[in-house]
């Protein structure tokens, strides 16, 4: 979740790998076009056409989450983003203009938007129409892909899970056109025991239809096989690490496998790794922000210690240059684990998100974070840095917020 998470966008005829983050492709190292000014209720200062719905929406949840109330016009940008048809988009430089064919709406986008608005209220048919459109783009195993129509994958349908629950829906209760749910596509992509990369999610099938171990996809994987969405509280575990299996199994025991799988990749380093094509491993902060929250909802509160100390020591400066939604992540991890956000390792969080976009409408108490309405308000997101290109023609593809490259 949820990012994711934290998306990149692809220009692509095909899917490739695992998902992307949206401020992979936005990073606050590349100003945006001196040329295009960009929205005054806009956080961050890159250039917002792959990941501006997505990072308003997971700054506006963090700031809400610290007990910031947003700027009016930071939430009304956000709102205003909506097609007349309930679906979002990445990001519409005219929101005046209708959208239409060319308009590339996506399930992840309109799922963040969702869990930001239902958790700063008085967006109910922004929302009720988001949700409305994310079910008749459900896929008939019960997930969803980045786009409508597109082969499900445990990130996009991870971060709607997150919004469903945000809305008041009950996943379990949203069944496809061939009588599944959400959980039941969740569980067709986690990798059973005594098999490679045992308990993690995968992102999506093979060509082949095997399945291959993904640490960002198994952080969403994890959040949304509890039903929680970007921001939820410690839960409960017995502490027991051994692979569930047998004829039950169960969304529950997907997701308590997961965060096996990812106690067990964060015990030798207390960071999760990344590799682009022709360069060294490098610290993934925001797989590794989104793998504590999973964590930390599983109960698996003793594993997410390191990590979060790792965090607290090292993510200052990638927080920095990414912006708003790597801030949030941060927050995210920090609420999830009961940590003070205004002194994350000395820093405050808060403050940093908020001087990325316009001033809150009100200032913010120490410690006067949101109480979830029952744990688990608020995806994916999310979901961080990956890059890849599939040449062609096709829709601008955004996923999840996560990213498609080798997780260690």
């Not at 061939?178 to 569980?187: E, F, N, V």
């Amino acid at each position: 979740m949820i990012v994711r998470r934290s998306a990149a966008v692809l220009a692509a005829t095909a899917v490739i790998g695992t998902a992307f983050a949206p401020s992979a492709l936005a990073d606050d190292s590349s100003p945006s076009s001196p040329s295009r000014a960009l929205p005054s209720g806009l956080y961050g200062s890159t250039d917002p056409t792959y990941d501006g719905v997505w990072r308003q929406s997971l700054a506006l949840l963090a700031q809400h989450t610290a007990g910031v109330r947003p700027a009016a016009k930071a939430v009304d940008w956000l709102a205003g983003q909506q097609c007349a048809n309930g679906a979002f988009a990445p990001y519409r430089a005219d929101a005046t203009a209708k959208c239409d064919a060319r308009t590339m709406v996506d399930t992840n986008s309109t799922a963040a938007a969702v869990q930001a608005l239902e958790a700063l209220g008085g967006h109910d048919s922004v929302t009720g129409a988001a949700v409305k459109w994310l079910k008749s783009v459900q896929n008939k195993d019960g997930g969803w892909g980045y786009t409508a129509g597109g082969a499900s994958d445990t990130n996009s349908t991870a971060v709607v899970i997150g919004a469903l629950g945000a809305a008041g829906t009950d996943p379990e209760a949203v069944p496809s056109k061939g009588a599944k749910t959400p959980y039941d596509a969740l569980l067709g992509l986690s990798i059973g025991c005594g098999k490679k990369g045992s308990g993690a999610f995968a992102f999506q099938p093979g060509k082949k239809g095997g399945l291959a171990a993904n640490a960002d996809a198994t952080a969403a994987g994890v959040l949304g096989a509890l039903g929680k969405g970007f921001v939820t509280k410690a839960g409960t575990s017995s502490g027991d690490f051994t692979c569930a299996g047998g004829d039950t199994f169960d969304s529950a025991d997907a997701a308590h496998n997961g965060a096996s799988y990812l106690a067990e990749s964060l015990k030798d380093t207390p960071y999760l790794k990344s590799a682009l094509a022709g360069a060294d491993d490098q610290p993934d902060y925001g797989n590794t922000a989104d793998a504590v929250v999973a964590l930390a909802a599983a109960g698996s509160t003793s594993a997410a210690k390191q990590p979060l100390a790792w965090l607290e020591k090292n993510s200052g400066a990638w927080a920095a240059k990414s912006g708003p939604a790597a801030y949030a992540q941060l927050i995210f991890a920090a609420h999830a684990t009961g940590t003070d956000p205004r002194d994350f390792g000395g820093t405050d969080l808060v403050e940093r998100l908020g001087a990325t976009g316009p001033a809150a409408d009100a200032p913010a108490s120490p410690g006067a974070e949101q109480k979830d309405d029952d744990g688990d308000s608020g995806p994916g997101v999310w979901w961080i840095v990956g890059v890849g290109l599939v040449a062609g023609i096709g829709v601008g593809f955004l996923i999840s917020g996560r990213n498609r490259k080798r997780q260690l």
